[in-house]
């Protein structure tokens, strides 16, 4: 049975936030930060489970926010490819390593964004994501763009060394 609080709910938030204050200052302190330094080491496995789950369940609704399909009318699987496994998200005016944001954060971009976000990205199958990039030239476009500032003997020999 709930006993009923005798706080005003003005009170209340007051309250609340001198405990959240407590607990930021209490954060900082270099005892708390190791402690943390060692949960995170021992339960790392666990974390990094928790992160891999938490990355799926973001990839599975952006896939289903594109129709969980392949959007290319083109595609060469009947009815567009709906094999997850194979399903991108392909920046449709791609040319930029700069623009690129990595995953999962484009995840939460494209959810957050919902009404740009169709304009911007579409959801591809690798085919014809790597069709796309073969003719429109789009890897070509990245590494011309990236060598623009240097001379061409700088380039190879960079690729030289590499
Ligand atoms: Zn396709």
Redesign the pocket.
């Known amino acids: 049975m709930n006993k009923k609080s005798h706080w005003t709910p003005e009170q209340l938030t007051i309250i609340r936030e001198s405990q959240r204050r407590i607990q930021r200052e209490k954060i900082k302190t270099p005892e708390y930060q190791a402690k943390i330094k060692t949960y995170r080491h021992v339960n790392r496995t666990k974390i990094a489970d928790s992160q891999k789950k938490k990355n799926l369940s973001l990839r599975q609704k952006v896939i289903e926010f594109f129709g969980a399909k392949?959007m290319?009318p083109k595609?060469?699987?009947p009815n567009?490819?709906s094999d997850i496994r194979c399903l991108q998200i392909d920046h449709i005016q791609m040319c930029g390593q700069k623009d690129r944001i990595p995953i999962p954060s484009l995840y939460i971009h494209i959810l957050n964004n919902k009404i740009t976000a169709k304009q911007e990205y579409q959801l591809?199958?690798a085919?014809?994501n790597w069709i796309k990039r073969h003719e429109k030239n789009e890897n070509k476009g990245c590494i011309k763009k990236s060598i623009k500032n240097r001379s061409i003997m700088e380039f190879y020999q960079m690729k030289v060394k590499n």
Do not use: T
Request: proline share 0%; charged share 0%; aromatic share 0%.
């Open positions: 392949c290319n595609c060469l699987v567009g490819c591809l199958c085919n014809c």
